[in-house]
């Protein structure tokens, strides 16, 4: 499986301000897809970006964005104008050739009134 | 559409009992995956099924087994339950094999005492 990692178990923003989560991963392949996925305390995992490697262009979901830097192999996600709503943790994953998505550890989002 | 669902949302097993968690999901997905998450870990591929009657293992398959009879269902059966299977289990499907977009279940969260 790919790594993924995600160094930063916590970050907490105040509310209608902006936070970034970073995320990095290993890989030999030129071509693949990366995601950032949200979870709030539901339990349900909800899709909130993707980004397709051949692609420069770096993805937007509204309030959310993302910074690909393909050659450090850096996806770092966005959250602008932080709601309460936005409150969860987020998952980073990698899926390639194989068909294995791979997930990171995880960013906690605490967000403050 | 009701999406992925799975049953049931909790279980308690005593150590050596056997089950089967159900995962269904009515989008014609070929591609279905199951995961485990575990704190501080992510999520982590258990099995995974490219169509009816094809599946194969992920990162962590030691303990389940898995089969895949229709498009519709895709089954996991812990033979024979440990305390390190404890852990909240998710199921997912994918209608795209390039970008591997995965939706997920409600999940399950199992206890085995």
């Known amino acids: 499986a790919q790594t993924v990692t995600q160094s930063q178990p916590e970050m907490s923003v105040q509310e209608a301000e902006t936070v970034t989560l970073s995320c990095t991963y290993d890989?030999?392949?030129?071509?693949?897809?990366l995601f950032w996925y949200k979870q709030p305390p539901s339990r349900q995992m909800i899709l909130v970006i993707r980004?397709?490697?051949?692609?420069?262009q770096n993805a937007t979901e509204n309030r959310f964005s993302v910074n690909f830097q393909k050659a450090a192999k850096s996806f770092s996600l966005k959250i602008s104008d932080s709601q309460l709503g936005d409150a969860a943790m987020y998952f980073c994953a990698y899926t390639g050739y194989d068909y294995k998505l791979s997930f990171g550890a995880g960013t906690t989002v605490t967000v403050r009134a | 559409n009701a999406g992925v669902t799975q049953t049931p949302k909790f279980q308690v097993l005593k150590t050596g009992q056997s089950m089967t968690l159900q995962c269904a999901q009515d989008m014609n997905h070929e591609y279905m995956s199951w995961y485990r998450q575990d704190p501080g870990m992510g999520l982590r591929l258990i099995h995974y099924s490219v169509g009816a009657g094809i599946t194969d293992q992920g990162e962590v398959p030691n303990g389940y087994n898995v089969s895949r009879s229709t498009t519709e269902d895709f089954p996991l059966r812990l033979l024979s339950a440990a305390p390190s299977q404890t852990s909240v289990y998710f199921c997912a499907s994918s209608f795209d094999r390039v970008s591997n977009e995965q939706y997920f279940g409600p999940g399950t969260r199992l206890t085995v005492t």
């Open positions: 890989t030999s392949e030129s071509d693949y897809y």
């Open positions: 980004q397709e490697a051949y692609k420069q």
